[in-house]
């Protein structure tokens, strides 16, 4: 099955400069694989191993979830998107944030998969990197000058990103992202939807489907939410801020 040519000459022309700048974030650059290597070796996209182990973030994120939302979850992510470009061979130069920025030239038939799979796979190999064991805390650097500037305190700033993911209604995700404009800014996004199609880059995010939290907070998503800070990886953050400014 081929794709449009001129589709694809738009898509890739509007990627090089993100990728010849080295712009794209590191999460889901090539890792090291879990479970069937293999198979997954000779697929375009990777499942990214965990950066800690399954118990590392406990008590605030169980084990048993982390398994599931890791291994099953974010692995379907990722069997499904490489599915969908099985079709489109040309597309397999193309980096899962590179399809997203520029998802209405993807081809119709899987531009659907692709911003469901593609935003699952994006969104997930991010979320797993910005959290830590030893996080929590203050931030440091950059990014706490700016979320001061932009936001008026962090406790301001977490506030409206609780708020943002509580009142989320159904699954989805509460942002930290960089606009158009070049300003901080706290949104929220339905499903597996990623701000790179709105040309947004993400900073930071919290994962509220259920999957992430049912297990341990049952239908208290707002506690889930506040216990999430415990975890959130400061350093990692601010790395994506100052890659945000650089690009």
């Not at 794709?3 to 974030?25: K, S």
């Not at 943002?164 to 942002?175: I, N, P, T, V």
């Not at 499903?191 to 907070?217: C, R, T």
Request: charged fraction near 20%.
């Amino acid at each position: 099955m081929a794709l449009n040519r001129r589709n694809f000459l738009i898509l890739l022309g509007a990627t090089t400069g993100a990728t010849a700048l080295g712009t794209l974030p590191s999460a889901c650059a090539a890792q090291p694989v879990l479970g069937d290597k293999q198979n997954q070796s000779e697929e375009t996209f990777k499942l990214p191993p965990l950066p800690y182990a399954y118990n590392a973030l406990e008590p605030y994120i169980d084990t048993e979830t982390m398994q599931f939302h890791h291994d099953k979850h974010h692995a379907a992510y990722v069997k499904n998107l490489n599915d969908a470009v099985n079709k489109y061979p040309e597309l397999k130069r193309l980096s899962a944030e590179e399809l997203l920025r520029n998802i209405n030239n993807v081809p119709e038939d899987i531009r659907n998969t692709v911003r469901n799979n593609g935003g699952g796979h994006v969104n997930h190999s991010m979320f797993w990197e910005i959290m830590t064991p030893d996080g929590g805390g203050e931030p440091t650097g950059a990014i706490a000058t700016a979320i001061n500037q932009a936001f008026g305190s962090v406790d301001a700033f977490k506030q409206q990103f609780n708020d943002a993911g509580s009142k989320r209604f159904g699954s989805g995700w509460a942002w930290l992202v960089r606009n158009n404009e070049g300003k901080l800014q706290v949104i929220s996004t339905a499903n597996q939807d990623s701000p790179l199609m709105e040309g947004m880059y993400p900073i930071m995010g919290n994962d509220v489907w259920e999957h992430a939290y049912y297990l341990k907070y049952r239908n208290n998503r707002g506690e889930y939410l506040n216990q999430w800070w415990n975890l959130v990886n400061w350093e990692e953050i601010n790395r994506r801020f100052e890659q945000a400014i650089a690009r």
